[in-house]
C-alpha cells in the first residue's frame, strides 16, 4: 500500500564539488613551470647562467616528485606508454648518445639537461591537466609575459631612462653595442621594443601565441571575455611595436591554416577530396609566387636579400655540419657562446651565434641526417594528427552530430606558427618549441577528444565554457 510521508524524496542538499588542493597545486606549479620556459631569457637576464640553471634543475625535480607518484598510482587514469611521442623522445635519446662522438662533450651534456628539463614538464602537463586547464594554463603565461613586458618598457623609458641590461648591471661609460642590452627603452620611440623577453622577435612570438590562445578562449564562450579582449588588444600593440619578419609573415600562414580549417569543417565528406587539391595548388602557387617575388616581400618587411646575415650564417654552419653527415657533430641546443667550439665561430655584431636559425640546418648539424629523418618524422606526425584533430567531428558513437570545439583548433594554430619559425629560426627544437612539440603530440594521442574520458574530467573549479559540455 502506498505510504505518505512529508519527506521529499530528493537527495540532501550537499556543498557542490571542488576541484582538490592538491590538484589545484599541480595547476599553479604548471603554470610556473611554463612561465620559466616560454620567459627563459627573462629568467637567464635575471638570474644569470648559474641562477636559470638551478631554477631549472629544482623545477625538474618538483615536476618529477608530482608525475612519478601519480603515474605509478595510475592518476587520473593510467599511464598511457604506447602514446608517447616516441620520434621526438628517440631524437632526444640520440641527442644523448651523440655525447660519445661529440665535438663538443660539455655542452652536449648540459643542453639535454636543459632538454630532458622541458620534456619532464611537457609530460607533466599532458599527464595532469585537461585540454581546457591546458589552454587556460598557456593563458596565464602568455598574460604574464605580456603584463611584465609592458611594466618594464614602461619603467626603463619612463622611469630609468637609459637602456638596461641584463642582471640590472650598471651601463658602463662609452659606446655599447645595443643586442647586449635586456631593454633598449623604445617603448615611445620608433625602435623596436625587447619585453621582459629581452628579444624583439621573441616578443612577437608570445604575441602571437597569446592572440591565438586568446581567440580560441573567446570562442569557447569562457566568461569575463571582455578582459580577453584588453590582453588581445596589448597583444596586438606589442606585436606591432616589436615589428618581427618572421612574425608577420605567420600571422598570414595562420588565416590561411585557420580558413582552410574552417572551410573543410564545414564541407560534407565527399567535397574533402576536392578541396585537397584545391588547398593543395594553392599552397603551390603561394609558394611560387613567394620565390618569384622574394626580393619585393622581403623589402616590404624590412629585410635585405641576404635575410639580415641569415645567408651567412647557414653558409657556416653547412661548412661544418657536412664534415659528419650521417650522425652529426654533436647536440647542442642552444649553442653554449663560452664553449671553444662556438665561441667566436660566427659572430653577429660583435656576439657569438648560438643558433643556426633555421631548424633543420641546425639539426643536420648536431645529429646529421638521422637526427633530420627522427625530427621530420615527429613533426609531421604532430602536423597530421593536428590537422584531422582539427577538422574531424568529434565522434565515439553512431552520433554525427556532435558540435565542434573551439579547442581542437589550438594545436594547429600553434603547430602552424612553429613550422613557419622553424624555417628562419632554431627555436621549434628547444625550449618553449620543444615544449610545445611534446606536450601537443603527447595529449593529443592520449586525448584525441577534448572533454572526453577519464582524463578529460571537467574542471568543477574553473572558467570553462558555460555552453553545454560534450558528454
Not at 621594443?193 to 612577437?204: F, K, P, S
Request: hydrophobic share 60%.
Amino acid at each position: 500500500m502506498a505510504v505518505y510521508t512529508k519527506h521529499p524524496v530528493a537527495a540532501l542538499p550537499a556543498a557542490p564539488p571542488r576541484e582538490t588542493t592538491a590538484h589545484l597545486l599541480v595547476r599553479a606549479y604548471s603554470v610556473l613551470a611554463l612561465f620559466c620556459i616560454f620567459a627563459h631569457t627573462a629568467v637567464y637576464n635575471l638570474l644569470g647562467p648559474l641562477g636559470s640553471g638551478i631554477l631549472l634543475v629544482v623545477l625538474t625535480v618538483g615536476a618529477l616528485a608530482i608525475w612519478v607518484p601519480a603515474v605509478v598510482a595510475g592518476r587520473p587514469t593510467r599511464f598511457p606508454w604506447r602514446r608517447l611521442p616516441w620520434a621526438a623522445l628517440g631524437y632526444g635519446a640520440l641527442a644523448l648518445v651523440s655525447t660519445l662522438w661529440s665535438r663538443w662533450p660539455a655542452a652536449t651534456l648540459l643542453t639535454w639537461t636543459l632538454l630532458a628539463g622541458i620534456t619532464v614538464t611537457a609530460l607533466l602537463v599532458a599527464t595532469m591537466l585537461t585540454w581546457q586547464e591546458i589552454a587556460r594554463a598557456l593563458s596565464t603565461v602568455l598574460k604574464t609575459i605580456l603584463g611584465l613586458s609592458l611594466a618594464i618598457e614602461l619603467w626603463v623609458a619612463l622611469v630609468l631612462r637609459h637602456p638596461l641590461l641584463p642582471n640590472f648591471a650598471e651601463v658602463p661609460e662609452g659606446k655599447i653595442d645595443p643586442h647586449l642590452y635586456w631593454v633598449r627603452g623604445n617603448l615611445f620611440d620608433d625602435g623596436r621594443i625587447q619585453g621582459v623577453v629581452g628579444n624583439a622577435h621573441t616578443l612577437a612570438m608570445m604575441c602571437l601565441f597569446a592572440l591565438i590562445v586568446f581567440g580560441v578562449l573567446y570562442a569557447t564562450q569562457v566568461r569575463r571575455r571582455s578582459m580577453l579582449i584588453f590582453w588581445a588588444v596589448l597583444a596586438a600593440v606589442l606585436l606591432v611595436k616589436a615589428a618581427s619578419a618572421t612574425v608577420y609573415l605567420s600571422i598570414g600562414v595562420v588565416a590561411a591554416v585557420l580558413a582552410a580549417a574552417l572551410i573543410m569543417r564545414a564541407a560534407s565528406p565527399r567535397r574533402r577530396g576536392r578541396l585537397y587539391l584545391v588547398f593543395l595548388a594553392v599552397a603551390v602557387g603561394g609558394v611560387a609566387s613567394a620565390v618569384l617575388l622574394r626580393d619585393t616581400i622581403l623589402s616590404l618587411l624590412g629585410k635585405g636579400s641576404d635575410l639580415t646575415g641569415r645567408l651567412e650564417i647557414w653558409q657556416a654552419v653547412w661548412d661544418r655540419a657536412i664534415t659528419r653527415p650521417v650522425f652529426g657533430n654533436g647536440f647542442s641546443s642552444p649553442w653554449v657562446p663560452w664553449d671553444p667550439a662556438f665561441d667566436g665561430w660566427i659572430l653577429n655584431h660583435g656576439l657569438s651565434v648560438f643558433h643556426a636559425h633555421d631548424m633543420w640546418l641546425d639539426v643536420f648539424l648536431q645529429l646529421g641526417a638521422v637526427g633530420v629523418v627522427l625530427m621530420a618524422v615527429a613533426w609531421l606526425a604532430l602536423t597530421w594528427r593536428a590537422w584531422f584533430f582539427a577538422v574531424d567531428r568529434p565522434r565515439w558513437d553512431l552520433d554525427a552530430a556532435r558540435p565542434y570545439s573551439p579547442l581542437s583548433l589550438l594545436p594547429l594554430l600553434l603547430v602552424a606558427v612553429l613550422l613557419v619559425e622553424g624555417l628562419a629560426e632554431s627555436a621549434p627544437i628547444m625550449l618553449w618549441g620543444w615544449l610545445l612539440l611534446i606536450l601537443l603530440s603527447f595529449k593529443m594521442k592520449a586525448v584525441p577528444l577534448i572533454g572526453v574520458g577519464v582524463g578529460e574530467r571537467t574542471p568543477v573549479i574553473s572558467h570553462g565554457p558555460q555552453s553545454r559540455q560534450v558528454p
